[in-house]
């Protein structure tokens, strides 16, 4: 493991910050990017890093990492430092009042036009040229503010990635994802083993996020040379929900570093244990699947993969249909069923997002994880000086994954959030 220190802008005087990344691996072909607390208060990502921090130089040690892993425990040091009378604000940047997950730079288009005579024959000699012009735009671009550095930073390490996992949390919720439909059949391991009970996609979903900006200059480069040239599949990325703000757990943040590294040995990024070879064969995810262990040989699985479901699902653009497909899913020696998919994915366009249209007392009547009819009362908003109670009702349905911590309602604030099945929404899908 080696770290290495990148230098913020200073805003004033006697401010000066950085960001801290430790890299682990030889292999530079393959590179995982995993960060944590880009939204600063979110602390439980933080813990999950440091955990992933122990793991991967063990890992290092025993020669077992099959990619470059560059980790940032620290992803917002800016945001670290917003406090006011005891209260962390570390979602918004507050000079600018910017949301720190939100209005990342789009490189598609300059970079094609820069590349338009330089791409050869060769994917992989592309995917240099890709990197490279990647790493050449964030070294020589000027940062005009800190806030600008810090994500200029960020996206020079990030989009570099085959794998990007950005590590936040929700106020209350339970575990959930983001990612988009063309990633998600790669990121299903990852639901697995995190136990993941909402998954949400959308190719865009507004705002320019990190998951999304980090590729997007692969996507673009895709569309617009994949006639001519063979072209890299590009980076994959997810934003893991792990729970709420308040859920720090050392015990639970182990577990889900472990479940981390699980998936991405059983991806191929990490060598296993031993050199057995196994595959697992899932009955459908819906109506509740149980998997069986199946032995086979590496001739065996090598004819499997590249006609298996997961394979053809990344041509559609649509979310990928889970009923009735049988999913192979391939490990070498992980030493470990990958368990059962909770519950399929579902469009980011398809979540209800329920405001209260007053204030007072929030009494919440479902739970996490309750499975919402149309028509049903999620919360209710007490006035406890006139004693009106304002119902909130679900209008479309589906499971109550997150939900606000506070309280106590203002006139419109958002308070229960619902992942539906079927698209509801349109334009920018997340939260604000």
Not at 183 to 192: F, G, K, S
Not at 249 to 272: C, F, H, T, V, W
Request: aromatic share 6%.
């Amino acid at each position: 493991m080696h770290q290495q220190h990148h230098p913020l802008l200073s805003a004033s005087l006697g401010t000066q910050r950085e960001i801290v990344s430790f890299h682990f691996g030889e292999e530079k072909y393959k590179q995982v990017y995993i960060q944590a607390s880009l939204h600063g208060d979110e602390i439980p990502g933080m813990a999950v890093a440091w955990f992933l921090k122990q793991k991967l130089m063990a890992l290092e040690s025993a020669g077992r990492l099959r990619a470059g892993f560059t980790l940032v425990p620290v992803a917002n040091p800016l945001a670290l430092s917003q406090h006011w009378h005891g209260t962390h604000l570390g979602r918004f940047h507050s000079e600018s009042g910017q949301d720190f997950n939100r209005r990342f730079p789009a490189l598609g288009e300059k970079l094609a036009a820069e590349l338009a005579g330089s791409l050869t024959p060769n994917e992989g000699d592309n995917k240099r040229l890709i990197r490279d012009a990647i790493d050449r735009h964030y070294r020589d671009v000027i940062a005009k503010t800190e806030l600008e550095a810090q994500r200029f930073t960020l996206m020079r390490m990030a989009s570099q990635a085959d794998l990007m996992i950005d590590l936040h949390c929700d106020w209350e919720a339970l575990t959930h994802l983001y990612t988009t439909p063309h990633a998600w059949p790669d990121i299903e391991p990852l639901a697995r083993w995190l136990g993941s009970e909402v998954q949400l996609l959308a190719q865009i979903s507004g705002g320019e996020p990190f998951d999304e900006a980090c590729c997007e200059p692969w996507l673009t480069l895709a569309q617009r040379f994949g006639d001519q040239y063979p072209m890299p599949r590009g980076l994959l990325p997810v934003t893991l929900e792990l729970r709420g703000v308040r859920d720090v757990d050392p015990d639970q943040a182990e577990q889900d570093a472990e479940a981390i590294i699980n998936a991405l040995r059983e991806s191929g990024y990490i060598a296993a244990e031993s050199p057995t070879v196994s595959a697992e064969v899932a009955a459908p995810v819906i109506g509740g699947d149980e998997l069986a262990l199946v032995t086979a040989n590496a001739e065996d699985i090598a004819g499997m993969t590249e006609s298996s479901a997961a394979a053809s699902a990344l041509e559609a653009v649509d979310v990928p249909e889970e009923s009735g497909v049988i999913k192979p899913r391939h490990t070498e020696g992980a030493g470990a069923v990958s368990p059962a998919l909770k519950h399929p994915a579902t469009p980011l366009a398809g979540c209800e997002y329920i405001h209260s249209p007053v204030s007072g007392l929030i009494l919440h009547r479902k739970k996490l994880g309750a499975h919402i009819r149309p028509g049903e009362v999620v919360a209710e908003v007490v006035d406890p000086v006139t004693d009106v109670i304002t119902p909130l009702v679900a209008e479309f349905g589906g499971v109550l994954y997150a939900r606000h911590w506070t309280k106590f309602a203002t006139a419109g604030m958002l308070v229960v959030r619902l992942a539906g099945e079927d698209e509801v929404r349109s334009g920018d899908l997340l939260v604000g």
